[in-house]
């Protein structure tokens, strides 16, 4: 059984710590939900899982099948089967989406995907997703609007079979349609792969089309409250003041840091982009 497996763990950006002890289990097959106020660390948790090098781990473990995550560079941890939606998909001119997935299926495996097997999963998840037909053919993401991105990411997802996927915030943008698109997908890679999901979102109507077995409550850099499906519920009725008042918590000054945009999953992928830019 392939587990993430987080302890004690610590995370500064640009100097500020703001994960400060963190413990999370994800098994897999399993869904749960990190909620908790703006600032307060999730998108931060996902990017040090991922390793984003701006987010530097100064203390604690992260573990995932048995495998030190630390340790590895963020191609590898795609490898290994983790998967970022990111909150902010980046533009990448001058790179097609069908150039970008292959590179990052063929690296993957032992041998190259064949263009035919390619193209035919390819047309098959741009139908699920209810994408423009010339996705393939579009440069990766750009003059994409809000929501034709995070289904980009989806599709990415889909063609790359991740064992655990990391969603930060990717219903944002999306209209009602576009949300059970996206959450019909979810479910069906989740049912038939087992892949189990870390979903960001503020929003109960996404928690209700992708319901989580497991609840997390994120505020200031810990985890202070574990619960099922049931405690998304409470929270979008009551927020998070009673949480804050049950569990003698203090309201800390929003910890966000400023916004750079990073891509991560271009680094998985780059050096293989430029082998077939070579040929």
Not at 46 to 71: C, F, H, Q, R
Not at 104 to 128: G, H, Q, Y
């Amino acid at each position: 059984m392939k587990t993430l497996d987080i302890r004690n763990l610590h995370v500064s950006v640009e100097g500020k710590e703001i994960l400060k002890g963190l413990n999370l289990t994800v098994n897999e097959n399993e869904i749960h939900a990190l909620m908790g106020p703006n600032g307060n660390g999730k998108s931060t948790l996902l990017a040090a899982i991922m390793g984003n090098p701006k987010y530097v781990v100064t203390e604690g473990s992260i573990t995932y099948d048995g495998k030190n995550l630390l340790e590895m560079p963020v191609n590898e941890r795609s490898i290994a089967g983790l998967f970022l939606a990111m909150q902010y998909p980046q533009e990448i001119p001058g790179v097609t989406n069908s150039d970008f997935l292959r590179a990052a299926m063929n690296v993957r495996n032992e041998r190259p995907v064949s263009l035919f097997t390619f193209i035919r999963a390819m047309e098959k998840t741009i139908k699920d997703l209810e994408m423009k037909e010339d996705l393939a053919h579009r440069f990766l993401n750009e003059g994409f609007s809000g929501g034709e991105k995070k289904r980009n990411e989806i599709v990415q997802m889909e063609m790359l079979k991740p064992s655990l996927s990391m969603l930060d915030e990717v219903d944002s943008g999306l209209d009602v349609d576009a949300l059970k698109i996206v959450a019909a997908a979810l479910n069906r890679m989740h049912e038939e792969t087992g892949m189990s999901m870390i979903i960001v979102s503020h929003y109960e109507r996404f928690y209700e089309l992708v319901k989580p077995q497991f609840t997390h409550v994120l505020i200031n850099g810990r985890i202070v409250l574990d619960g099922d499906a049931s405690l998304v519920d409470r929270i979008d009725k009551e927020g998070y003041d009673w949480i804050y008042q049950e569990y003698g918590l203090e309201h800390e000054e929003e910890q966000t840091p400023a916004r750079r945009v990073t891509s991560i999953g271009a680094c998985a992928v780059r050096e293989s982009v430029k082998g077939m830019e070579n040929k």
